[in-house]
């Protein structure tokens, strides 16, 4: 006898509406844990739209969905927030505060050792900027900043929004690393991106969108 | 016998208006002191009591229901909107009809009297409420930030009426009731006052009965468009 | 709910003293006002001391608008907005630690232009020794009342225009309250009323955030 898997993500014809105008026109989509999962397409598809839902920064406006066992429509999102890791191409946290400041406002909001600050900022390559004002970290730098904080938190969802985008070679390697040591420890990571991954050592699932729904996946 | 009372309300209204006017125009004798410009005190302290208390408290309760888990929902959302926009034409009302009493009792279009300066400022908030409307395309944003909004406007009333009344006063007094409640207008005036508090109270429930009817025409309307606007994003998928 | 309160109250205190936003544009804004209110009295009134208690709560009120801004704009940038949000505060937390950053910030800028209508509107430097108490608490509950009314309009159309369509007539009795109880102490006169409404107010203010903040974080 198998036990069956408990979707991460469970979502029914989701509709998310802005000012009228439908972000996203009816996803349905299933991820399981340990799973990875690339979603592309043109710009405008819906893929920001659609992280942002599992993220549960938008409401969602029709059909239905769980994401890490919250309701969507019915559901704490703050709890829900609380749960999932997530890292926009916008940059994160306090722009006027410095990378020590900002991980440790971040760290004690969730009552995380502090200890795990340094850790952290040593494995993403950012110890010797943690004293440097966020403004000033260049675009690559910030997502550094971003993807610490995920490595402290250790959610159990991470949503990445492009996180490719102004990565060097080495970088991408070194980010390759990372998703498959997250993935290994169990979490679900869903990347959006505009183009297929070319990676060797990752194998995830690609999931293109089109006009706010799912047109085809491999 | 719901639909029958539906009905019947509309031409009920439209009597006691009339009643008001009669009554108050020709039938009641003009006030011993003011004369004929007495007999705006059949439309003025109405008109005030619906803006600031009957229309403000409907738009205040509908929105703190709304506010309420248990109770929210559309309808408490529409009430609210429809009744703060239907007060906003009192407020104008009770502003236009105390500057025409205001001008021969006191000689200027405005004084600096704690009522009309109350009246407002609860004329500009109730304006900013429906400009905050205006500021939200999502629904449910813009119903949550309406309803704590008009939840802070009904928290406000009393706190404007008391800083402003200690502030300045140069209102006429008690209207009806002196401090120990002993009647102050007698006979067909007091008669006439009481029909045109009923009266215009029924005119704001029925100004806000088609008020909401017009707004959920306005969101079928848009429901509909949003069918359209869901098949033709599907269709940029495919192309 | 009081740990998330200090973690915000000194993250916007540590946010604004990198910044000086207070210090390079709002206090200079502030001193201009004074000086627009003097020359807007007229050569023979502009040191008319009977009008430095409302105006200078004039000033302070346009003041506090950009400071509610300000601080409803540190948390607004889109990065900023979907980070923090995946930390859970708890709104309560976050609305007394903005609301005490916001007084904090007041409180000295209402210090300096105190000091400032002393000098151009010639107020009494007395009376407005013994008007501090009052001003402390007026500026507390704009603060706070300043707080909820900026996280009322922030994020959506036109919202550093709404915000004082929203405010202002709110803010009009905390005016009344403030100048009147400057004045009495001016003038040696009775201030229980005026203590009566800004307690309240600050405490009805408070309350509602504490309730209701959260909804408005929802939003």
Redesign the interface.
Known sequence: MTNAVTPTVDLHNAVVLSGGFPLLSGVDLQLLPSSLTVITGANGAGKTSLLRLLAGLVPLSGGSGTVAGVDLANGDLRELRRRVGWLGHEGSFYDDLTVRENLTFAAKALERPLIEIERALQRVGLSNRIDTVTKKLSAGQRRRLGLSWLLIRRPEIWLLDEPYASLDDEARTFFDALIADVLRSGATVVISAHDKLKSEALQPRTIVLGGGRIVSES | MKQLSQRLFGPLTLIAMGATLALGLWVVPPDQVQGELGRLVYIHPSVAWVALYVSFGTSAIASALYLWKRTRSEVMDRVAYCAMEVSVVFIALTLITGSIWGRPAWGVWWVWDARLTSSAILGVLALGYLALRRANDDVQLRARRSAVFAVLVAINVPIIHFSVQWWKTLHQGATVFTSNRTLLIHGSQAWTLLISFIAFTMLFFWLLRYRYRLEVQRENLAGASLEEALASRRREGTQ | MIR?AL?VFK?DL??EM??RVLLWQVLPFGVMALLLCGIALGPSHAGNSSAGPGLFYLVTLLVALLMINRSQS?EK????K????????DPAGVFLGKSLALATELWVTGIILLGGSVVILHTSLHGAILALPSVVVTLAALAVAGT??GA??SG????AT?LP??A???F??LL??GE?SFSAALNHGGIW??WL?LS??LS?YTA?GIL?Y???E??
Not at chain 3, 77 to 80: A, D, F, N, R, S
Not at chain 3, 82 to 89: D, E, H, I
Request: aromatic share 4%.
């Open positions: 998330t973690l993250k540590r946010i990198r910044s540190v940038t889109p990065g900023t979907a980070s923090v949000a995946t930390l859970g505060l909820l009314y009322l309009t959506g159309d036109g919202a709404l369509v929203l202002l007539p709110a009009a009795p009344i309250a009147r009323r005026w409404i309240v107010a009805v509602i209701l959260g909804v408005l929802e939003s």
